[in-house]
């Protein structure tokens, strides 16, 4: 099972980069946070068919690591001069990220049931669709500003 969600994480990762580069980055990231939210909030009601539950583990796999690249190259556009910083950070931030989730997903665990981790990482990922859009919302707002 890890050699087959690492395998997706991988060609996730790839995708990610493919996405961004031929629909852009603001599009691959709400595309993927909202697809990568679906799987998420599904993931439970597979449980009980093996290769559904398989397939969605590998897409789920694909989508979490299909993000990365979309926003480096989205902070590369935004702001080229402070990108090196704005990678250092996100990739820190990445990393603090799986630390919390896994400390919130014991807790959950701990108190109620392992499903009930998919409802609550769902709840985040829809929070990170929310950011992304304020972030691509903002961005067009100083754009435009600037503009004018």
């Known amino acids: ?26 599009k691959t990231i709400i595309s993927v946070i909202s697809v990568f939210a679906v799987s ?6 597979t449980t009980f ?17 299909a993000l990365q690249p979309a926003i480096q190259s989205y902070f590369i556009l935004s702001a ?3 990108s090196d910083i704005q990678q250092s950070l996100n990739n820190s931030a990445a990393h603090v990220g799986m630390a919390l989730g896994s400390t919130i997903g014991g807790i959950i665990i701990k108190h109620s049931s392992v499903e009930m981790n998919a409802v609550a990482g769902g709840v985040l990922v ?23």
């Open 80 to 82: 080229p001069d402070t």
């Open 49 to 65: 068919n093996t290769p559904l539950f398989l397939i969605i583990m590998v897409i789920w796999s694909m989508l979490s690591w």
């Open 40 to 45: 998420i909030f599904i993931l439970p009601f």
């Open 126 to 148: 829809l929070a990170a669709l929310f950011v992304g859009l304020a972030s691509i919302r903002n961005k067009k707002t100083k754009t435009t500003s600037k503009a004018v």
């Open 1 to 26: 099972m890890y050699l087959i969600v690492g395998t997706a994480a991988i060609i996730g990762g790839g995708t990610g980069g493919l996405l961004s580069d031929r629909i852009g980055p603001k």
